[in-house]
């Protein structure tokens, strides 16, 4: 159903679509079409006056895809906070995965339907066109527009799933940006009949967040081993462990949820703090002899050494600073990447985490729902709204995390287990990554352990997501 959310606010000001955010929008379809990089510096793009963005897509001839531009009238709706999403077919209906991606949902869309026909129509042998702004959609959508505008926030100061575009129209359970790039494909395919997409396939991306390890000592921690979680032998190994100089339960348990994923070949990642002691923040000392050991075993393992800054570096850049600071001088390294606490967090924060030298962000993820928060499972650069420029800084979007199910979507493990593969499946149909964020405080609970272990079964052999390879790929309009 066609909706639009509407509100009246004061939005930031937005050029009716400069360029330049055409130009980042039509890359990161064609990422997710297949196109590679080298084929897409052959395009190039025109601004016409009859309301159409033409992207010639072979040198020599004038084969082009040419997309609607929205009015002056649809820019003045978004800046009011209204939004309204379509939906849109194939042009030929895919067998493998029609069950997935039925159809496509354009969110912001420059159209005032509820269903708009084909994604992409043919006018001739030289030209396929969409009639929706597919570029402004992409670009609005990656970029969190609507996290921009005023809007109710939660107990912790977050944006909620229930308050966003995707939930309201029913599609954050889509990668929907990465089902357009499958639609775009089939555009140039019917253009371009010789031409090969690039292979997609699943990659992971697993992360742990070292919020609790034991460290300093906690009688409210140990009794919540003994009477909340039933495992009286772990509070008495927290209460022999600072004298007898043995490892606390959440050490142990932090060092088997890396085992399990080393295990089957999967290299996860682990978030430090370097936060203060506070309401939420047990401001465990990374100098520790036991922490220190245990961030070596770690390097030493291959596990990637990330940053998690605390609870009150939110909205503090201070704070912030001096705790990515002190994450840096420690792992003696600067580009690191990490993710907010509590995923308290707003697209300020990636002009923040820029500025601090970071490589990349994972805090792109709902608390309260699972699911597709920015509309995709391909890590981006973001479209930094505020200064109208792509930022250098790669947001490697989180899918779900463990506290999701249990505390606010009430899922047992046999529940947990069923969404989680059908997020891998939707990851896996566009070609995209994977992202899951566990904690060691998690497994404490016998049956999310088995439905953890199930699905690191499952997704054995499947390739590690790479950053490092990933953050330098740059397509450049010619």
């Known amino acids: 159903m066609t909706s639009a959310s509407s509100a009246t606010v004061r939005a930031q000001e937005i050029p009716e679509f400069p360029r330049a955010a055409a130009a980042y929008a039509l890359k990161e379809l064609a990422r997710r079409a297949g196109v590679s990089a080298d084929f897409y510096r052959c395009w190039r793009m025109e601004f016409g006056a009859a309301g159409f963005v033409n992207v010639f897509v072979e040198p020599g001839t004038d ?72 570029l402004a959609s992409t670009m609005l959508t990656l970029g969190r527009f609507e996290e921009t505008l005023p809007s109710p926030k939660d107990e912790y100061g977050r944006f909620s799933a229930l308050s966003g575009v995707a939930w309201h129209d029913r599609f954050l359970d889509r990668p929907v940006i990465d089902e357009l790039g499958l639609g775009f494909e089939q555009a140039l395919s019917h253009l371009l009949p010789r031409w090969t997409p690039q292979e997609r396939r699943l990659r992971v991306k697993l992360s742990h967040d070292v919020d609790e390890i034991g460290l300093p000592f906690t009688l409210r921690g140990t009794i919540g ?40 070949g999967i290299k996860p990642a682990v978030y430090w703090k370097a936060s203060a002691r506070g309401r939420n923040d047990t401001g465990y000392d990374l100098r520790h002899r036991a922490v220190r050991t245990m961030i070596e075993d770690f390097r030493a393992q291959g596990v990637e050494l990330g940053i998690h800054p605390g609870y009150d570096s939110y909205q503090s850049r201070e704070t912030l600073a001096a705790e990515v600071s002190a994450l840096q001088e420690l792992f003696g390294k600067r580009q690191l990447g990490g993710r907010q606490d509590f995923l308290r967090w707003n697209p300020q924060l990636w002009i923040e985490w820029e500025a601090l030298g970071l490589a990349y962000d994972s805090s792109v993820g709902f608390a309260d729902r699972i699911g597709f928060r920015a509309g995709t499972c391909y890590p981006f650069r973001p479209w930094i709204l505020a200064e109208h420029r792509e930022a250098n800084l790669l947001e490697i ?38 992202t899951l964020l566990w904690h060691n405080t998690r497994i404490v609970h016998r049956g999310f352990l088995q439905a953890y272990q199930t699905l690191l079964d499952e997704l054995a052999g499947t390739d590690n997501y790479n950053w490092e390879a990933d953050s330098d790929r740059r397509f450049d309009v010619c």
């Open 63 to 134: 084969k082009r895809i040419r997309f609607s531009q929205a009015t002056p009238e649809f820019w003045q709706q978004i800046r009011a906070g209204v939004f309204r999403t379509s939906r849109a077919s194939w042009m030929r209906r895919p067998v493998k995965i029609s069950a997935l991606v039925p159809d496509f949902r354009v969110p912001f869309s420059s159209i005032d339907k509820e269903e708009i026909g084909g994604l992409f129509s043919i006018v001739d042998n030289n030209c396929v066109e969409c009639p929706v702004d597919l």
């Open 225 to 264: 081993h003994a009477v909340r979680r039933g495992h009286p032998a772990w509070a008495l190994r927290d209460l022999l462990a600072p004298v007898v100089n043995i490892e606390t339960s959440y050490q142990r348990l932090m060092r088997l949820i890396v085992a399990l994923s080393i295990e089957r």
């Open 397 to 434: 979007p989180l899918l779900a995390m463990d506290e999701t199910f249990y505390s606010h979507q009430k899922l047992g493990p046999a529940g947990t287990l069923v969404k989680l593969r059908e997020l891998v499946e939707h990851c896996r149909a566009v070609g995209g990554v994977f």
